[in-house]
């Protein structure tokens, strides 16, 4: 019995060897020491203490491209680098597809989605989604942000009147945030109330499902899950259909959030069927009626469709929320910040009365530079997909704009890669290039964005940011979220003081998004308690 297994793993391991043995090998690219065999560096960097930490260091030491070991001995590409961004994400169309561990570990529990489709199939997806976010069609979700910004802002109110202290109260800003947008979501996108902001939707299954659905499977994962995950590249399609079926915690977690989300979907589409007259705008409605007019072939299957209300669920509340919770962490401490941005909702608000209208509209947002900087260096600073994980299709040879020195000690302005190379952005690092955004590129200064040369080299879809990714997988809800997260921070700085409190660390940490935590209570889960005042 036992030879029999020491037999198999070793055919294993001689099958990995064999697979890792390539055309081109990273060995002469620099990089930080590998811990095992087993897990290279991987487990080290998803436990560092805080997302980006080590990757900033890696950066320093050997540039912004270096090389990792992965689990099993594969060498991994990692890199910062603009060019090599451009050409991974933009150039080369599909030609870098998404790692299998990140598509199946993604199917778990979006199912059939945009997210998990490639190449021909990603095309048909978001050929039939794009119609429910373009611009015509953003400005109809506007009143639902205000009108939920506006909620959030009564809440906190009252929150503030019921604590002890009558000049402010500590909130745990990233809960509520994520509640109210987990109510837009519902709202715009499925025409459904989730009532969670006002805790009548706690008990919603859907909500119960998604609850810390990623805290609970993706945050310190263990020793073996990694490796597990790592060989998954290795086993044939029909194998992998079988992952969501593992008795274990995490892929039970997965599996009931992706039947719930599917039930709820299949609920909504009913309904829809059977109200015709209603004429509903939102982004399911939206996408059915776009997939009508489709032939046959380039049609969304049914299931298809169900997996899009799971994938909106995930993609398009929490990164939101997470998002604009740092930018409330950034200005608790930069309470100047705060001031200018009010200063200039003061200028918007008396054009606006000077028009004649009832509300500020998308151009108001678009008008108001400062608060946009703010929005942007928040999505900078703190981008939370940290970091996008690809393979290279083909034989390729990535171009670099900053050469790096090889442990030859040649000088290298591109790298020769084979197919099936694993290549890890890392967009928290591309963030923070002084090379792109200066000497100051790890402090908090939103007026680099006033500065136009800053935004001359045009990498990503927002901002010469890679936070909403770049090329044709980049995120689809952009739009969306700024505008969202510009007529909620309006009302929340309008309407509230911030300060950072004393005897809070915060930290950043990896459950899927980045996700912050304060290090002394780090059992009360994600946190970002922030001192809350109303301005008189
Ligand atoms: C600040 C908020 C957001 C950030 C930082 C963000 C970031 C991203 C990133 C990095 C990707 C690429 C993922 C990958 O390649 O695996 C992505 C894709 C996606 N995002 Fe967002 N996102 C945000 C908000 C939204 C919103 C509000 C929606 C929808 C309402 C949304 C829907 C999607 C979808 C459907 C995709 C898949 C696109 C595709 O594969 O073609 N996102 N997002």
Not at 148 to 161: F, G, H, P, V
Not at 241 to 262: G, V
Not at 339 to 345: A, G, H, L, N, V
Not at 398 to 425: D, F, R
Request: aromatic share 10%.
């Amino acid at each position: 019995m036992i030879s029999g297994t020491a037999l198999c793993l070793v055919t294993f391991i001689a099958y990995i060897a064999w697979r890792n043995a390539r055309r081109y090998t990273l060995k002469d690219i620099r990089g930080p020491p590998s811990h095992s065999f087993w897990l290279g560096s991987e487990k080290v960097h998803q436990n560092a203490k805080q997302v980006g930490d080590l990757e900033f260091q890696w950066a320093r030491e050997y540039g912004p491209t270096w090389m990792t070991k992965g689990c099993l001995g594969e060498e991994i590409l990692w890199t910062a680098d603009p060019r090599a961004l451009q050409y991974v994400f933009h150039t080369s169309g599909y030609r870098f597809s998404k790692r299998t561990t990140a598509i199946e570990t993604t199917r778990l529990f979006t199912g059939e989605s945009i997210l998990t489709a490639d190449s021909v199939d990603h095309q048909r997806h978001r050929k039939i989604m794009n119609p429910a976010f373009g611009a015509a069609q953003l400005r109809t979700f506007l009143p639902v942000f205000r009108r939920s910004a506006a909620r959030l802002s009564q809440k906190w109110k009252d929150m503030i009147q019921l604590g002890e202290k009558s000049d402010g109260c500590t909130i745990n800003v990233n809960e509520t945030l994520s509640r109210m947008t987990l109510d837009v979501i519902g709202e715009v996108a499925f025409d459904y109330r989730f009532g969670v902001l006002d805790d009548n939707g706690v008990d919603n299954d859907l909500v119960q499902a998604f609850n810390n659905l990623f805290i609970d499977t993706l945050l310190y994962q263990s020793s073996w899950d990694i490796i597990f995950r790592s060989t998954w590249r290795f086993l044939p399609q029909p194998v992998l259909k079988y992952l969501k079926y593992l008795p274990y915690r995490e892929y039970r977690r997965f599996a009931t959030y992706l039947q719930t989300a599917i039930q709820t979907g299949r609920t909504i589409i009913n309904e829809k069927a059977a109200d015709t007259e209603k004429g509903s705008k939102d982004i399911i409605s939206i996408l059915i009626q776009s997939n009508l007019v489709e032939d046959a072939r380039a049609q969304l299957s049914e299931r298809e469709i169900l997996s899009q209300i799971a994938t909106l669920l995930v993609a398009g509340h929490d990164t939101t929320a997470s998002s604009l919770t740092w930018v409330l962490y950034e200005l608790s401490k930069h309470p100047e910040d705060q001031r200018r941005i009010r200063d200039e909702i003061k200028e918007a608000r008396a054009n606006l009365e000077a028009r004649g209208d009832d509300d500020l509209l998308p151009n108001d947002f678009n008008n108001m530079d400062f608060t946009n900087a703010v929005i942007k260096e928040g999505l900078r600073l703190h981008p939370i997909v940290p970091t996008l994980i690809r393979e290279a299709d083909s034989d390729d040879v990535i171009p670099l704009s900053q050469p790096i020195e090889t442990k030859s000690g040649k000088i290298v302005n591109e790298i020769p890669i084979s197919k099936g190379q694993g290549i890890t952005a890392s967009i928290c690092t591309y963030n923070r290039l002084q090379s792109v955004w200066g000497e100051d590129a790890d402090e908090w200064n939103p007026s680099r964005f006033l500065d136009d040369g800053r935004e001359k080299s045009s990498l990503g879809v927002f901002a010469n940011l890679m936070t909403f990714s770049a090329g044709l997988r980049s995120c689809i809800g952009w739009r969306f979220a700024v505008l969202e997260m510009q007529a909620v921070l309006v009302e929340l700085v309008e309407n509230f003081e911030y300060r950072f409190p004393k005897d809070v660390e915060i930290i950043r940490l990896n459950a899927g998004l980045m996700t912050p935590m304060d290090e002394g209570k780090m059992h009360e889960g994600i946190q970002m308690p922030l001192e809350v005042s109303v301005i008189a």
